[in-house]
């Protein structure tokens, strides 16, 4: 509870902050005016309390500097708002003064208010995050972070221009991203990726590392959704390579889908690296391809079906079976060459059926032939089944070929 | 078709929770757009295209949520009475723009309001439409029940049925969207439509017929719908279905069908089935050796088809069929074979004799 405060002390403290976001502004100093937006950081209270106790802040701002009313009465509002946790206002006060200084920063010749650009993007996600929870407690439509959306594709267009402000861009892409994927509108991305590769006005290494990284975590991801694996695994491995070694939650991320990734192109990563990222998740899943154990497979995926459904692997581990059947017929095999040499290339489809009844897996002689020719298809077999027979022939050399970085 | 004998309130609105999962919108963009089967040509659209753009006002909008840059702007509330406004029930009579779903006796340019439903419509942005134009959600269930039940109406072919459902069921989402009604009764529609078997149509369609789409990712639609829908028997048996389907696991894709779907969801499975046998003919063909022929009569079992379908089938992916003794076969590692451009009707699910499983 905040000691009383008198109405002259309430008044300086916020003519104080004023002042501050004014001299900011007029000596170009962006670092400051960065840090007088951050309006949802924890920090003191010594400014909401003054707006607490001094209810006519507006017309405060208002008479004080006319000229940037527009900006800094909602700004005040908003940090009075989040101050009392009415997110809804926050936001919707926020908003408003973020148009202002977006409008502001359009005018502004040089990039010097980048930073501060940065923050009122992150502060306008951050803010929209917390009142649609508000929102949807109270029974009503959460749909601050569209609106947050919006505001930043203004953001970007002004951004997106010839010259020095151009390199802020990716930053707000990003934050774009961050908005897009909570809300599930992930085909939004769209349009912004096409802006910033199909580049007149941006060159990709100018960038900074940080925001690349970003960048490349999530249009990794799209193409992890998208199924497009070897684009999938270039992204995220440059992501990895120049993430801060010292973020591991960050890292963590990254690995969460560059492992599915890896392992659909045949690329198996070391236990240790699970572990020290707790990632176990997967770590029946690779048992599971190193063994040929279909079993573990299906049992790993059951287990973890909520979590990879929602991140949307589910169905990239999913079809790893292809490849753990091709395990378990290679080990067949490696068996049989020990027992008989002369006739181990021949696998009867019969043997098979026993191996996997074996893994407590039920299925008829019909199914595993359907199976063979399917994985014969696909190149993980080298060889073919003769069906009255019922016999499964693999060529003499390589017939197990390995996927080599290419997805099934 | 009587739209009054078709609605009844107690149908299948039992109470669900209110699940955080998808809002109206977010949820179902990116998910399949229908547009079903490697069987490109002949499937034409239930109703001409729209003669002009300008005779619905718009603005570029290529999602279907409306672009909701004045966030002051309060949600509309609908005041249509009908299934389709009259506005746009008079003007598509004039264009004859009617779907044959909508005609009465057949006439292209006469439609009632108990035939007509609402179009989607893909350039419609939230500041230029009228109350009138929007239908609330009372009359958007009903609309729903009448769409659902002509599903089960066989007097049209199925790809026509289909078309017209799934185009009006999206006016209904935009519908809803607009109003922004998230609140449980809008869902309980969403779930009435999965529960119908839709969710195996799209799984499905996005499978086997959108393969090259970019648009259409299966996961990110997994990845956003509520647990229990994910969890519901239609969707473990489309889930099933896709994983037998990948795996090449032929023989159990039709066992499962045959033993778990219902006959509504078999329906909608039906467009692909053909498609499902000529993979399985490519596959069998590749990796068959030649000097044992693959009897059709197994096939024709595993695949769940009569063998004289199968034969046209055969024939149609370019292989071809060898006699020896009275029985039918194909030769493995035909070169001729090719998977067809456009895949035969299929009959349904064969089970010419008791199967094991």
Aim: proline share 5%.
């Amino acid at each position: 509870m905040a000691a009383y405060l008198s109405m002259g002390e309430a008044h300086r403290r916020i003519g104080d902050y004023l002042s501050r976001v004014v001299d900011a502004i007029s000596s170009s100093d962006g670092a400051a005016l960065a840090s007088l937006f951050a309006v949802s950081a924890p920090g003191s209270t010594l400014l909401s309390d003054a707006l607490a106790a001094f209810p006519d802040f507006p017309r405060l701002a208002g008479d004080r500097f006319p000229h940037l009313a527009d900006l800094l009465v909602p700004l005040l509002r908003a940090i009075h708002s989040h101050s009392l946790q009415r997110f809804a206002d926050a936001y919707s006060s926020f908003e408003k003064a973020a148009n202002a200084f977006l409008q502001e920063f359009r005018n502004w010749e040089t990039p010097w208010a980048m930073e501060a650009m940065h923050t009122v993007a992150l502060e306008i996600r951050l803010l929209a995050e917390k009142a649609d929870r508000e929102l949807a407690m109270t029974g009503k439509n959460p749909d601050k972070l569209q609106a947050a959306g919006s505001f930043l594709m203004k953001v970007f267009g002004a951004l997106a221009v010839k010259g020095p402000k151009r390199i802020g861009a990716l930053y707000v892409t990003c934050q774009l991203f961050k908005i897009y994927f909570r809300l599930g509108t992930v085909n939004l991305c769209r349009s912004v990726i096409r802006s910033i590769e199909t580049a007149r006005n941006f060159d990709f290494e100018d960038f900074p590392v940080k925001d690349k990284v970003t960048y490349m975590y999530y249009t990794g991801r799209l193409e992890v959704f998208n199924e497009n694996f070897l684009v999938a695994d270039q992204k995220l491995t440059y992501a990895l390579m120049h993430c801060n070694p010292q973020s591991e939650s960050n890292l963590r991320r990254i690995l969460k889908f560059l492992i599915p990734v890896k392992l659909s192109i045949g690329v198996l990563p070391k236990r240790t690296l699970l572990e020290r990222y707790n990632l176990l998740e997967y770590a029946d899943v690779m048992t599971s391809l190193k063994r040929g154990d279909l079993r573990l497979l299906r049992q790993a995926l059951d287990r973890h079906e909520d979590q990879f459904l929602k991140s949307g692997v589910y169905l990239v581990l999913e079809k790893l079976e292809l490849q753990v059947y091709q395990r378990l017929v290679k080990k067949i095999h490696i068996i049989q060459r020990q027992k008989e040499p002369a006739k181990a290339h021949q696998i009867k489809l019969g043997v098979v059926v026993k191996a996997l009844k074996w893994l407590e897996i039920d299925m008829d002689v019909d199914e595993v032939e359907c199976i063979m020719a399917c994985l014969i298809y696909k190149n993980l077999i080298k060889g073919y089944f003769a069906h009255k027979s019922k016999v499964l022939v693999l060529s003499k050399q390589d017939p197990f070929p390995k996927l080599n970085g290419k997805p099934v | 078709m009587d739209r009054g004998s078709s609605s009844s309130r107690g149908r299948g609105w039992q109470g669900r929770g209110h699940h955080g999962g998808g809002r109206g919108g977010g949820g179902w963009q990116g998910c399949g757009r229908g547009r079903h089967g490697g069987g490109g040509g002949g499937r034409g659209r239930p109703s001409p295209p729209t003669p002009s753009s300008t005779a619905y006002r718009a603005t570029v909008n290529p999602t279907p949520t409306p672009a909701s840059t004045v966030d002051d702007a309060a949600p509309i509330v609908g005041t249509c009475p009908d299934m389709c406004p009259a506005r746009e029930r008079a003007q598509r009579e004039r264009l004859r723009d009617l779907a044959v779903l909508e005609r009465v006796g057949g006439d292209p340019a006469q439609t009632s309001p108990s035939l007509a439903v609402k179009k989607f419509c893909r350039t419609i942005s939230s500041t230029n439409v009228m109350a009138s134009d929007i239908r609330p959600l009372p009359v958007l269930r009903e609309t729903m029940d009448y769409l659902l039940h002509l599903l089960d109406s066989s007097e049209h072919p199925f790809e026509t049925v289909h078309d017209f459902i799934f185009d009006r069921t999206r006016s209904i989402r935009q519908d809803l969207s607009m109003q922004n009604v998230v609140n449980h009764q809008a869902i309980q529609i969403y779930e009435d439509v999965q529960k119908r078997g839709r969710i195996l149509f799209l799984l499905c369609a996005s499978t086997f017929g959108l393969q090259d789409t970019q648009n259409d990712s299966l996961s990110l639609w997994y990845s956003q719908l509520a647990s229990q829908v994910r969890q519901s028997k239609e969707m473990i048996l489309a889930r099933n279905l896709l994983r037998c389907y990948h795996l090449g696991n032929f023989k159990r894709f039709f066992c499962l069908i045959a033993a778990e779907a219902t006959d509504l969801q078999l329906r909608l499975v039906e467009p692909f089935l053909n498609e499902v046998r000529a993979r399985a003919l490519m596959y069998f063909n590749h990796s068959g050796y030649k000097l044992q022929h693959h009897p059709l009569e197994h096939l024709s079992e595993i695949l769940m088809i009569e063998e004289s379908e199968l034969e046209t089938l055969c024939r149609t992916c370019g292989l071809e069929i060898r006699t020896s003794e009275g029985t039918k076969a194909f030769v493995p590692k035909q070169t001729s074979f090719s998977l067809p451009a456009s895949m035969p009707r299929s009959n349904g699910i064969y089970i010419s004799r008791e199967v094991g499983r």
